[in-house]
């Protein structure tokens, strides 16, 4: 079965709490670990896959299948080594290794990760920069992480892969952009699909939700200010059109 492309939220009933972030003298400071729920939010189980870790990022094809990517910081805040692991069991047990195609020495703000199915995956590793850029690498993997291979991608931005092929990214230093790959992340092409941005006001593009490789659904926010509204877009064509839907208005500005 594939994934309900059209949710918003982790694939299946999971959270992140404490997500890592910068400390007062710059370093990583704080954590993330991986909580699960049987029972609608009643209880919540730890399911960290390594201990002495942070997760940076989890992603669940189902309730049963899943893959994480997670830190070890040492007692001065500092990442030494990033890590993979892979539950096909809602996280009671995980299969780790070490996660070498970058080194965190470089130095990193945050690490984002898709997978589709078994086999085909995505790392993008979002690099430290000021607030005017968006910069990252992207890693992908067609062996289920056993191997990775560096590509470029034009954000340091979460990404949403429909397919092994079809994948988006969207934001940038005033969330205005959108990208779209169709071969796996070899190449990427900047989408304009909503009107450009009002005198005054700007644009912000989210990642589309697909519910199949066809059919999906792309929010922009368009702050027009003192106004802000959502404006959504349908394609049924894999995103080679976009036609508009009805539009949400807002009473604050996002």
Do not use: C
């Amino acid at each position: 079965p594939g994934r309900d492309r059209y949710a918003t939220a982790p694939r299946a009933p999971l959270r992140l709490t404490g997500r890592r972030g910068p400390g007062e003298d710059g370093r990583a400071a704080g954590g993330a670990v991986g909580r699960w729920t049987g029972d609608g939010g009643e209880s919540w189980e730890d399911i960290t896959p390594t201990a002495g870790t942070v997760i940076e990022d989890v992603t669940f094809l189902n309730t049963s299948v899943g893959w994480a990517i997670s830190a070890s910081i040492d007692e001065l805040g500092v990442v030494s080594d990033l890590y993979l692991s892979k539950t096909a069991d809602a996280g009671q047990s995980w299969q780790t290794s070490a996660f070498d195609a970058f080194d965190p020495g470089e130095g990193y703000s945050a690490i984002y990760l898709d997978f589709v199915d078994s086999q085909s995956g995505w790392v993008v590793v979002r690099l430290p920069s000021s607030s005017n850029f968006s910069f990252g690498q992207l890693y992908k993997t067609t062996d289920g992480g056993a191997s990775w291979m560096q590509l470029d991608i034009p954000l340091g931005e979460p990404i949403n892969f429909v397919t092994e092929v079809l994948g988006w990214v969207a934001g940038g230093p005033t969330g205005d952009q959108l990208f779209v790959t169709r071969d796996g992340g070899e190449s990427w092409e900047q989408q304009e699909v909503a009107t450009k941005a009002p005198a005054g006001g700007y644009l912000v593009y989210h990642l589309p939700a697909f519910q199949d490789e066809l059919n999906g659904i792309l929010p922009v926010v368009v702050n027009d200010l003192p106004d802000t509204r959502v404006e959504f877009y349908a394609t049924s064509d894999g995103g080679l059109t976009w036609t508009p839907l009805d539009l949400m208005d807002l009473d604050r500005e996002v």
